[in-house]
């Protein structure tokens, strides 16, 4: 039944405008939402990287205990490949240096985690995680280590 000139009793939809207001509204907050979702996602795969590489470095201490010297083979720590790791997730390959020149590896040992695929986009490039226990995050783009694991 209708009205008053063509409108109807009971009408209880959603016009084109407020459909597109509606619209418009959620993809600014997306917009908004959405950079600091995906840096947290950045931010907590470089977490589970810092844990690998503290898990990698109980690996060298055990094996420095029975052998007396750190390895750069990573079979010898429990991994698949002799050169290389993955983190469990994909985002990271770990590997094992001697630290220094002046620090060989019977004495000191340097773990790198190094992104891939998308994790590439996280500000820092390499973490790394000293024998001595010291800790550093490299920036992109910049030829320092900052200390510390903290951003």
């Known amino acids: 039944m209708s009205t008053k000139a063509g409108h109807q009793d009971g009408n209880s939809g959603f016009s084109l405008i407020e459909l597109l207001i509606t619209i418009v509204v959620i993809a600014i907050l997306a917009s908004v939402a959405y950079p600091d979702y995906s840096q947290f996602v950045l931010k907590s795969r470089r977490l589970d990287a810092q844990s690998e590489l503290m898990d990698l470095a109980h690996r060298q201490e055990k094996y420095y205990a029975a052998n007396a010297t750190y390895t750069v083979n990573m079979t010898n720590l429990g991994y698949a490949n002799s050169v290389s790791a993955t983190t469990a997730e994909g985002y990271y390959r ?38 001595s226990g010291s800790k550093e995050m490299k920036k992109k783009n910049s030829g320092s280590y900052q200390t510390g694991w903290d951003d």
């Open 94 to 131: 770990l590997n094992v240096e001697a630290a220094t020149a002046a620090c060989p590896l019977s004495r000191c040992f340097l773990l790198k985690a190094i992104p891939l695929g998308n994790q590439a986009n996280d500000r820092f490039n390499i973490i790394r995680l000293h024998s």
